[in-house]
């Protein structure tokens, strides 16, 4: 039971971690453009920017979830918020085509911080952090709740290193295979909502 609990929280971190880090937006233009423009050390600068952004969330989450886990409707509240948004996310993904990936060139300066930039102003980096990983990290202990954070962020950052690589060597007919990754996902991603809003259910139930 343990070892499910383990491999649970582990990879749902990864898949979360997998599709925000392909899903099209700010931070995915920005990363292809600066690799375009500036090569795989560009595009490396900008793939480690979730590490600086996402701890201080990480943080956060973890006091708010040791916050509210003795209060079961919070608890389910954001669950269901949660599983919502990953209803949503899902949709997106599946819907996704090739389209969604084109790129202009703008002017992108190479900069860690331009990462970090976008990153924050990022909205959906608040909602998985508040409303999935929250309750997430209720349910887990401290071995739990390292694995989903951890797995999040290194799948995050490795898939983006990936997209790097695969822009650098064979540039935009990358993506001519990324949406079919990305709708693979949102099915996924509807299976871990189903889990999260039961979940949620069960915390309103105590």
């Known amino acids: 039971f343990m070892l499910n609990s383990l491999l649970e929280f582990l990879l749902s ?8 880090a392909l899903s099209p937006g700010p931070l995915m233009t920005l990363l292809v453009g600066e690799t375009m423009r500036h090569g795989v050390g560009g595009g490396f600068r900008v793939s480690v920017s979730p590490i600086i952004t996402d701890i201080p969330f990480i943080v956060v989450a973890l006091l708010l979830a040791k916050g509210v886990e003795s209060s079961p ?3 389910g509240v954001l669950s269901i918020i949660g599983a919502a948004f990953l209803v949503f996310l899902a949709i997106q993904n599946i819907r996704t085509s090739r389209s969604d990936f084109s790129v202009e060139q703008g002017s992108i300066s190479s900069s860690l911080w331009k990462g970090i930039v976008v990153n924050l102003l990022n909205p959906h980096m608040y909602l998985y952090w508040f409303s999935i990983a929250t309750p997430t990290f209720a349910r887990g202990d401290y071995v739990d709740n390292a694995l989903f954070a951890g797995g999040l962020l290194f799948a ?3 898939t983006m290193m990936i997209v ?3 822009v650098a060597k064979i540039r935009t007919h990358f993506f001519d295979y990324a949406h079919w990754i990305l709708r693979g996902l949102g099915i996924a991603l509807l299976l871990f909502a189903i889990r999260l809003g039961q979940s949620g259910i069960t915390f309103f139930a105590q």
Do not use: C, D, N, R
């Open 13 to 20: 971190g990864t898949l979360l971690g997998i599709m925000a």
């Open 73 to 75: 409707v919070a608890l």
């Open 156 to 158: 995050s950052v490795f």
């Open 164 to 166: 790097v690589v695969g």
